[in-house]
């Protein structure tokens, strides 16, 4: 009786510990509004990604994109902010557009966000007005190379999809 209890317990906390997500319970750690008042301030191009806790997609995202030292170096390189916005946190961020004080859930609202992880881009050049809104997960090398396509400029002048049939040129 004794081992059954034991095993019991062991396979218990099994279970639980393989149900704690890795990334999941960081990904919130950094607050997002440095991050924006920075690209504001340096009228960088800023990404704001909006998650969920649960959202396996944006674990996914995290994990082969986002935590990935070539695409950190990519996103320097290209004088771009990213910041994770927790939809259902109560932070208060700067909106970028507005520039109003918000908690995290009503810049989401305000977004119209519904599915997880959503993507959107602001301009600088253009007062920080939504220049891309991306629903889903966007693999590496797609991300890499939109980040390119941002940090060249050739978003002003051509489609995402006519800069990679140039052979990423505008």
């Keep these: 009786m004794r081992k059954i209890l034991t095993i019991s317990i062991f396979l218990g906390m099994l279970v639980f510990l393989s ?5 999941g319970m960081n990904k919130f750690a950094q607050n997002p509004d440095p991050i924006i008042q920075d690209a504001l301030k340096n009228k960088k191009i800023l990404i704001l990604i909006f998650e969920s806790e649960t959202c ?13 030292p070539d695409f950190k170096e990519k ?12 939809v259902n946190g109560e932070r208060m961020v700067t909106d970028p557009e507005t520039g109003a004080k ?7 609202y305000a977004y119209k966000v519904t599915g ?6 602001f301009d600088p050049e253009q007062n920080y007005k939504v220049l891309y809104y991306q ?24 489609k995402f999809d006519k800069y990679l049939e140039n052979g990423k040129k505008c």
């Excluded at 149900?19 to 990334?23: A, D």
């Excluded at 996103?75 to 927790?86: H, P, Q, R, S, T």
């Excluded at 997880?116 to 881009?121: C, K, L, N, S």
């Excluded at 693999?139 to 051509?158: A, E, H, I």
């Design 75 to 86: 996103k320097i390189k290209n004088k771009i902010n990213i910041a994770i916005i927790d």
């Design 19 to 23: 149900c704690q997500k890795e990334s």
């Design 135 to 158: 629903p889903g997960f966007i693999p590496k090398q797609d991300f890499m190379d939109f980040l390119d396509y941002l940090g060249s400029g050739c978003y002003k002048k051509v």
């Design 56 to 68: 396996q997609y944006c674990e996914k995202l995290h994990k082969e994109v986002l935590d990935q």
């Design 102 to 108: 918000m908690e995290e859930s009503a810049m989401a």
């Design 116 to 121: 997880y992880p959503t993507i959107v881009v």
